[in-house]
């Protein structure tokens, strides 16, 4: 299982300090892609677990049904 809460909790720091913001505005050119990589797919990240999250919240309930795309042929 991937659950490393302490990780994520050091991601959410480093972001909000501004540490990461101010590692990319000393970095090279190469150095800011990869930052700009990383926070696109951290972003993606999110996303899916957005997804995730309501399938699960919303598990075997009306709303489930009315949001599947089976229901809406």
């Known amino acids: 299982m ?3 809460e302490q ?3 050091g ?3 480093y972001l ?3 540490q990461l ?3 990319f505005e000393h970095s090279a050119e ?3 892609y990869e930052i700009l ?3 696109e797919k951290v972003m993606d990240l999110g996303e899916i677990a957005d997804e ?3 399938k699960i919240i919303f598990k075997n309930s009306q709303l489930e049904a009315f949001l599947s795309p089976k229901s809406q042929k």
């Open 2 to 4: 991937m659950l490393d």
């Open 7 to 9: 990780y994520i909790n």
């Open 11 to 13: 991601l959410i720091e």
């Open 16 to 18: 909000k300090s501004g």
């Open 21 to 23: 913001a101010e590692d």
């Open 30 to 32: 190469e150095r800011r």
């Open 37 to 39: 990589d990383f926070l």
């Open 52 to 54: 995730v999250a309501t």
